[in-house]
């Protein structure tokens, strides 16, 4: 079982930049793909961004590409999301997930934290 607690998550102005980080728990984590994900109100919950067990590969969502980042630190058992150049319809709250597998994918995960919510200003 693997336990993931999101946060930095807050109130920032439409252009500004956030840093999500996830903390996870168990000896595993390094085994493990890692994403991120966001729901906004009255929409479906969507992929933003995953990364492999080792950090090698990532993939992002269009809509964030260029803009976030996606890295882990296997030694503390972490995974971040760097968001720059924030926009409006970022707005969301974003979930850390993780799959019980190497390989990245955008979807078939297996651990969900609980959760930071994120808004962006106009």
């Known amino acids: 079982q693997v336990q993931l607690v999101e946060s930095g998550g807050g109130l920032v102005q439409a252009g500004g930049s956030l840093r999500l980080s996830c903390a996870a728990s168990g000896r595993t984590f390094s085994s493990y793909a890692m994403g991120w994900f966001r729901q906004a109100p009255g929409k479906e919950r969507e992929f933003v961004a995953g990364i492999n067990w080792s950090g090698g590969s990532t993939y992002y969502a269009d809509s964030v590409k260029g803009r976030f980042t996606i890295s882990r630190d296997n030694a503390k058992n972490t995974v971040y999301l760097q968001m720059n150049s924030l926009k409006p319809e970022d707005t969301a709250v974003y979930y850390c997930?993780?799959?019980?597998?190497?390989?990245?994918?955008?979807?078939?995960?297996?651990?969900w934290g609980q959760g930071t919510q994120v808004t962006v200003s106009s």
């Open positions: 997930a993780a799959r019980r597998a190497r390989q990245l994918l955008v979807d078939d995960y297996d651990y």
